[in-house]
Structures are given as C-alpha cells and as structure tokens.
C-alpha cells in the first residue's frame, strides 16, 4: 500500500479503530456485510481503516477508493467533511459518500454506484 505522504494505519489509532469496528452503526453493519469478502465486484474492502489522521468508514486500496457513511451527525460537519475530503484526495484517495438511509432503504443502488465508480477509476488508471 503506497500513500503520497499519509502513514497508513498509524498505530496512535489501534484502539479507537478497534472501538469503531465494535460500534458499527446499523448502516455501517448492513454495507460491511455486502462489501466484505470480496461481495462487490470482487474488490477487497477494509473497515476502519487509517489514512494519515482520518478513520475511513470502508476502503478499498486496489481503487484507491473510501466509502463514507453519513449519519444525522454529518449536518454539522460539513466543513470538517470537506477537509477531510481534500485531504484524502491530497493522497490520492477518491471519497464517495452516502446517508445511512440510503444504505438501509436503497442497498442494491449504494453496491451499484459503487460498482461505477470502481469501474471508472479502473478506466482512468488503465488508459496510458
């Protein structure tokens, strides 16, 4: 795993990703169940996975790929969102967010949408 300048899982973070992983929210527990193992588009998903000073909810490093789940609490972090967003991408890292609700109500289009994107991304990186 290569990041441009992030230090992947830094060991400051073993417990709270822990934690993270223990806590999972419904939504979180609904996606990670489609996602792992290889569940969608045979690409390998991680839970809780560090980047620099970040936790990712779900990230893919074939793709270069962090899925966010958005609960009600991201109404008020909007701005920290979007830093954290530009960051990610600093490194290399494309961000795809969806609300928790989209996840429990719409599963089938969250995987779809995720399978476009990890096809685009694959085309982007496959063109000389």
């Not at 962090?66 to 954290?84: F, I, M, T």
């Not at 967003?85 to 290399?92: E, F, M, R, S, V």
Request: with cysteine.
């Amino acid at each position: 795993m290569q990041y441009k300048s992030a230090k992947a899982n830094p060991s400051d973070q073993k417990d709270q990703r822990k934690g993270l992983r223990h806590r999972m929210t419904h939504a979180e527990v609904v996606l990670w169940l489609a996602l792992k193992n290889r569940g969608v588009g045979g690409y390998k998903f991680r839970r809780q996975q560090g980047i620099g000073p970040y936790i990712l909810d779900f990230y893919c490093p074939e793709l270069h790929l962090c899925v966010e789940l958005d609960g009600s609490s991201h109404e008020y972090k909007s701005d920290y969102d979007a830093q954290r967003t530009k960051y990610l991408n600093n490194q290399g890292i494309r961000v795809v967010r969806f609300k928790n609700e989209q996840v429990i109500t719409c599963l089938e289009g969250v995987i779809a949408d995720i399978l476009r994107i990890g096809k685009e991304i694959k085309t982007l990186t496959s063109t000389p």
